[in-house]
């Protein structure tokens, strides 16, 4: 089971559209029969079974062995992934793909498909996986937002300029600032 699976297929988004499918999906986290899934979310075992049929036909489930119960092969299912992130170009963005302004929130909007894809990517059954995430609250006054822009702009400009030749392995480094809404807890 991969920990992220990134959707790009209007097939795939339109399978999640049913609360009930998101359900069958949480309880296929582990190797499940229908008939079991059913039994958890208190369903009968056909309703399951045409969940389970369209989360395989759309790659979110896959069949991972058999059995064999009284002479009916009953199939064990188990999802394709942990999490599943959707493209924003899924959810109907209009307009140019790459914003020119980087201050725009457009740009950030790009900016964290291509962080999402690029994570959905890796290869976690690597030996190692080199990376981190850093996270932070910050406050700034607004008279105080045109400096503190220009310094996080220079400090990414040193870093490229230091790390940014041809030799040695790559690593996407990308910073979003934007401002913070209303906890939702």
């Known amino acids: 089971m991969r920990d992220v699976l990134y959707l790009e297929q209007i097939e795939q988004a339109e399978a999640l559209l049913k609360p009930q499918r998101v359900e069958v999906l949480?309880?296929?986290a582990e190797p499940r029969t229908c008939g079991e899934v059913a039994e958890r979310l208190g369903q009968s075992p056909q309703r399951v079974y045409y969940h389970v049929k369209r989360l395989v036909e759309a790659g979110l489930v896959e069949q991972v062995s058999e059995r064999k119960v009284r002479g009916i092969h009953e199939g064990i299912y188990q999802a394709g992934a942990r999490s599943y992130w959707l493209s924003?170009?899924?959810v109907g963005r209009?307009?140019?793909h790459r914003a020119q302004d980087e201050?725009?929130?457009g740009y950030l909007v790009d900016l964290m498909e291509?962080?999402?894809?690029?994570?959905?990517?890796?290869?976690?059954?690597a030996p190692e996986l080199p990376s981190f995430g850093l996270s932070g609250e910050i406050r700034v006054q607004p008279e105080l937002r045109k400096q503190f822009l220009e310094e996080v702009q220079s400090l990414m400009q040193d870093l490229f300029a230091r790390y940014g030749g041809a030799e040695g392995d790559p690593f996407k480094l990308a910073i979003a600032c934007y401002p913070k809404g209303e906890?939702?807890?």
């Open 103 to 105: 201050l725009s929130l």
């Open 114 to 125: 291509e962080v999402q894809r690029d994570i959905a990517g890796l290869d976690r059954s």
């Open 94 to 96: 209009i307009g140019l």
């Open 183 to 185: 906890d939702h807890e």
């Open 26 to 28: 949480r309880q296929l």
């Open 88 to 90: 924003p170009r899924l």
